[in-house]
């Protein structure tokens, strides 16, 4: 059963424009979300967290948000840069769960295009 | 060093030989993951190593893969018997604890031993 889920497998945007990538979760007890990004060939760079009393983190050109009600969380990106092409993981933390209280969702490849 | 080391980066070996993969964490960091990337796959969890406590196993595949983590600090990812489908990126992460409930912070990774069974 999977506890994050993202359920975009790919996402084309272009350059310049915002590119939103979306994350639901199904645990309510989830108390802080993350996302990664990762480029072939190389391990996953955390990115930009959220804790789960905020609805909202901003660092540049990445914002996440967060809606609670909805178990729903976004990471968007203004302006998109070629640069940023990647795969874009989301992750959650449980304390007191299992699977190490860090669980990723599948990924959401994402090109921006020139 | 300053992030997190995993060796070998490559390594190829033959079906039903064993493989060690070594993780260097983060100095001082005391919870350690392991996951694993198939081809066109997520993340999938392996093991989770925090301080002293019991690894908590619940993601390994099956009884040919093991992992200890010596001195709270380095470790070790053993495949036995190793099968073609045990192909994948394998990949190292540690993260330090903050604030009064000493929470794990955001886990930083390694660049993963990508492992070709033939």
């Known amino acids: 059963d999977q506890q994050v889920k993202q359920n975009s497998p790919s996402l084309s945007v272009q350059e310049g424009r915002i590119s939103i990538l979306n994350c639901d979760y199904t645990n309510s007890m989830f108390d802080y979300f993350l996302w990664y990004k990762k480029y072939p060939a190389e391990g996953p760079t955390f990115l930009i967290s959220i804790s789960s009393i905020k609805d909202k983190n901003e660092d540049g050109r990445f914002t996440v948000f967060l809606n609670k009600s909805a178990k729903h969380l976004s990471l968007h990106i203004v302006p998109s840069q070629p640069g940023d092409s990647a795969v874009y993981f989301c992750a959650a933390i449980f304390y007191g769960g299992s699977q190490g209280n860090l669980i990723f969702g599948k990924g959401t490849k994402l090109s921006v295009k020139p | ?118």
């Open chain 2, 1 to 118: 060093g300053a992030g997190v080391s995993q060796s070998p980066s490559n390594k190829v070996t033959e079906k039903g030989k064993d493989v060690e993969l070594r993780c260097d964490p983060i100095s001082g960091h005391t919870a350690l993951y392991w996951y694993r990337q198939s081809l066109g796959q997520g993340l999938e969890f392996l093991i989770y190593f925090q301080g002293n406590s019991a690894p908590d196993k619940s993601g390994l595949p099956s009884d040919r893969f093991s992992a200890e983590r010596t001195g709270g600090s380095v470790s070790t990812l053993t495949i036995q018997r190793t099968q073609q489908e045990d192909s994948a990126v394998y990949l190292c992460a540690s993260s330090g604890r903050t604030g009064s409930y000493g929470m794990n912070t955001e886990a930083f990774f390694g660049q993963g031993t990508r492992l070709t069974v033939v």
